[in-house]
Each structure stands twice: as C-alpha cells, then as structure tokens.
Nanobody
C-alpha cells in the first residue's frame, strides 16, 4: 500500500501562486496514477488534475494548474498560479493502482488518499 501526505497549503492573495506537494511512502508513485482533488465546504470533492502516463485537467483549472511528479523523490506536485477566491478548499492527492486508461475523474476510482491541505485565497 501507499501512504500519501500533502503539504504546501496556506493563505495567498488572489492572483498569487502556491505549490502543493504530495509525498508518498510504502510504494513508489511510478506504479500509480496520481491525481489532485479539492473539496470546499458544503461541496462535493472535485477532480482537478491527473498524471497517469499523460496529464489531464479539469476545465476550471486548465492553464492555471500544473501536475507533475518526481519519481526519484516519490512525490507529486500541483503548481497553482493565478489563484482565485473560488479556489479556496482542502486539497487532496490520491493514488490509483491502474496506471493507464482514461482519466479517472471520480473520487471512488481512487483507493488511496492523503489527509488534505487547506488552501485559502483572499480577494
């Protein structure tokens, strides 16, 4: 099994940037498709970005967010630019043992989750 720990969240003004990290242990991330989700209060968990041999993004973050992975450090990242107040949420990384195939956009398709990191964007 893989364990995931997110970091890098915090407070930022609108238009600013943050880079989130998701450190994996137990198994190497190269064996997994990885994704980032977020969940705002009172809302469902929302797919943001996927890395599973290729990358894919939700329309809401395409062009602003970039997912990447450093297999040597067993870590994935989410670079977030041009942040907006509506990006405020708890951000989660997730792992899926099926590496290829179509983009997995539903939380139920992932078996492993981190504890989340809070991102707050002020106007």
């Amino acid at each position: 099994q893989v364990q995931l720990v997110e970091s890098g969240g915090g407070w930022v003004q609108a238009g600013g940037s943050l880079r989130l990290s998701c450190a994996a242990s137990g198994r190497t991330v190269s064996s997994y498709a990885m994704a980032w989700f977020r969940q705002a209060p009172g809302k469902e968990r929302e797919f943001l970005a996927w890395s599973g041999g290729r990358t894919d993004y939700a329309d809401s973050v395409k062009g602003r967010f970039t997912i990447s992975r450093d297999n040597a450090k067993n870590t994935i990242f989410l670079q977030m630019n041009s942040l907006k107040p509506e990006d405020t949420a708890v951000y989660y990384c997730a792992a899926r043992s099926i590496l290829g195939g179509p983009t997995a956009r539903r939380p139920v398709e992932y078996g492993y989750w981190g504890q989340g990191t809070q991102v707050t964007v002020s106007s």
